[in-house]
Structure formats: structure tokens, C-alpha cells
């Protein structure tokens, strides 16, 4: 459990300096395990496998939250469905998509809108801090470039627009999936 909740809780910056220190082509274990398959041991090199660490160590680092966030609405379902989906005859697998799933739909609904919500706000300090010369054509994204372009360029009213255009389009999208999700499931958030 400690392996998938810490991430959540510590910092990005020691989040990004043990995925450094992970696939490290010097002292890493990745570099060992890939060099052993034959596969590029430098993956925080390579422009094409920046997506997929990213992606991963997101997964890993926002995992554990999640699972606390279900596990606390799986915890509020009342204990009297389970005993008559037993009394029924009703399977784990039976239990878990006649009691479970609904139990937790409200719930399910109200973390994938605040996911969408933030999705174009992708983590700006884990891109930066994984971003190097060799990886930049691909780790390149919305915030990383606007603080290169207000901050380090000081062309403040082009990085202004650019952060009002991110935030239309993500609060565009949050009220499209809030609308879908009121349509399909009945729950929203407003």
C-alpha cells in the first residue's frame, strides 16, 4: 500500500527525482532491466518514450488517491445489499456489478469530471523537471512553453493569451462532460 499511496502524498519534485534516479543509465535498475532485453536504457533520453514515462508515472503517482477515494465510497454502501445478493445466489462477479458498480457511479462520475477538469493543466512542474535538451521535442507542453515565452522571452501579453485559450478550452470541456454525464448517468457535480 505504501508503494502506491506515497506518490500521491509527497512531492513532485522527489516523485521526479526518484524516477531520475530509477532509470539513471548509471546507477538506475530500469537501465539493467532493459539493457537485459536489449532495449534503450536512457529512456528519459529518448524523445518517443517520454510519453509513455509520463504517462505511467502519473498513473502511479495519482493510483493510490483513487483507490483510497473508491475504497471510502465502497465503504459507504449498505451492507444489506451484499446479504441479499447472497441470499440471491449471486456470484462475486454478480456482486460486484449489481452492488458494487452502482454503489460507486456517483462517485466514479464526480472523480472522471474533476479529472477532465484538470486535464489541460497538466502537471507543469513534472514535465519541467523531466524536460532536458535531448526529450524536448516531445515533452514540450502548454505550460512549459508559456513560461518559456512570458518568463524566460518576457512577451507577457502572448502568454497571457495563451493561458486565457487554456483555460476556455478546459472549462469547455468540463461542462461538456458534466452535460454527458447528467444526460447518461444522472449525476454531475452541478
Do not use: C
Amino acid at each position: 500500500q505504501m508503494v502506491t499511496y506515497a506518490p500521491h502524498f509527497i512531492s513532485t519534485v522527489i516523485v521526479v527525482s526518484m524516477l531520475i534516479l530509477i532509470f539513471s543509465p548509471r546507477i538506475g535498475f530500469m537501465a539493467d532491466v532493459l539493457g537485459f532485453f536489449g532495449m534503450d536504457s536512457n529512456l528519459l533520453a529518448d524523445p518517443d518514450a517520454f510519453r509513455s514515462v509520463y504517462v505511467w508515472s502519473d498513473i502511479w503517482q495519482t493510483a493510490g488517491y483513487s483507490a483510497i477515494i473508491y475504497m471510502a465510497a465502497l465503504a459507504g454502501i449498505d451492507v444489506s445489499l451484499y446479504e441479499a445478493a447472497r441470499l440471491d445466489g449471486a456470484s462475486r462477479l454478480q456482486k460486484i456489478w449489481h452492488v458494487d458498480l452502482p454503489g460507486i457511479a456517483p462517485t466514479v462520475v464526480v472523480v472522471m469530471i474533476l479529472s477532465v477538469g484538470s486535464v489541460m493543466a497538466i502537471g507543469f512542474e513534472k514535465a519541467f523537471l523531466l524536460q532536458n535538451p535531448l526529450n524536448l521535442s516531445q515533452s514540450e507542453i502548454i505550460a512549459t512553453y508559456t513560461y518559456k515565452i512570458g518568463l524566460l522571452n518576457a512577451d507577457f501579453s502572448l502568454a497571457t493569451a495563451i493561458g486565457l485559450f487554456n483555460s476556455v478550452i478546459n472549462l469547455i470541456l468540463l461542462l461538456a462532460v458534466n452535460t454527458v454525464s447528467k444526460r447518461v448517468t444522472g449525476n454531475g457535480l452541478w
